[in-house]
Nanobody, 126 residues
């Protein structure tokens, strides 16, 4: 089992930066791909980024590519999302998620994740 707690959200002006962190508990964290998803008001949850179980392989939604960076520190059981050049359309609740399976590349489909945090609000003002 993996339990996840996000932090680092807040209010920022367009063009600014935030760094989200997701602290995990559970012995299998280091064997699972991790993803970040977001949900804007009135919209469905969407994929943002993922990292494979060991960290080097990453994937990004086109809308954040070049601006966001996902990373993980398995020694600290933590995954991060560095968000730069933020835009108002990046506003939403951001969730980290742990893969249902172990030892694979991070999927884009949220249904492939069994473990979810409570979410952290990110608001970008124009």
């Amino acid at each position: 089992q993996v339990q996840l707690v996000e932090s680092g959200g807040g209010l920022v002006q367009a063009g600014g930066s935030l760094r989200l962190a997701c602290a995990a508990s559970g012995r299998t964290f280091s064997t699972r791909a991790m993803g970040w998803f977001r949900q804007a008001p009135g919209k469905e949850r969407e994929f943002v980024a993922s990292t494979n179980w060991s960290g080097p392989s990453t994937d990004y939604a086109d809308s954040v590519k070049g601006r966001f960076t996902i990373s993980r520190d398995n020694a600290k059981n933590t995954v991060y999302l560095q968000m730069n050049s933020l835009k108002p359309e990046d506003t939403g609740v951001y969730y980290c998620a742990g893969d249902r399976q172990r030892f694979r590349f991070g999927p884009r489909n949220g249904a492939e994740y069994d473990y979810w945090g409570q979410g952290t609000q990110v608001t970008v003002s124009s």
